[in-house]
């Protein structure tokens, strides 16, 4: 009887402390855990002529990650930025930039707030999972506390991973982004 009630009280306590999802959430699909799956989903707030997402690699042919439909007539011959968004390592394949024709004119988006700027409003689940990323948040499709979603019609609603201080220790997070501004909340929801 002596051993039953601390083990009762310790067993209840990991019942209790199991972290859940709201029924209302949905698992997102494993496939947006890659992020270079979810440019093709971006639907920017402009009209650009054109607009390609590419990363800094010399060869032309690996270089393009997605591409709008390039009129016949377009050519770009800007260089590339130094410094891109999702920077991953120095050197070649390293960044992603994404480039825009308006009226003739190529822009360069090469960093997270310009990646930003240029989804503007939150259509659809990719472009939240976009702006996640740019904050350091990503898909973890191997666990719920990592990878569900409710869309609101002012809010789209996510837990989301991150590593936890360079470790293998995951943490969940808890993010909503306003739909209509992209501005992103979040709140820790502990590691799992």
Do not use: H
């Not at 972290?19 to 855990?33: A, H, V």
């Not at 990650?65 to 390039?70: A, C, D, F, P, T």
């Amino acid at each position: 009887m002596k051993l039953l009630f601390p083990t009762l009280i310790l067993l209840s306590g990991l019942v209790f402390s199991q972290k859940t999802i709201p029924n209302d959430f949905k698992k997102i699909p494993e496939i947006l855990d890659n992020t270079e799956l979810l440019y093709p989903f971006i639907v920017p707030d402009k009209k650009y002529n054109y607009w390609s997402v590419l990363r800094n690699n010399p060869d032309s042919d690996e270089a393009i990650i997605y591409e709008s439909q390039m009129p016949d007539f377009m050519t770009i011959n800007d260089p590339a930025p130094e410094k891109g968004f999702f920077q991953k390592c120095l050197g070649e394949s390293c960044f992603s930039y994404l480039i825009a024709c308006e009226n003739s004119q190529s822009r360069y988006f090469s960093n997270e707030q310009q990646l930003r700027d240029f989804i503007g409003s939150v259509d659809n689940l990719p472009e939240a999972i976009l702006i996640a990323n740019t904050f350091g948040y990503t898909v973890d499709s191997t666990n719920k506390l990592g990878s569900s979603y409710k869309m609101e019609d002012q809010y789209v609603s996510m837990y989301l991973s991150r590593f936890k201080n360079n470790s293998e220790i995951k943490e969940s997070f808890f993010i909503k982004i306003n739909r209509k501004t992209g501005k992103l909340e979040m709140k820790n929801n502990g590691t799992y």
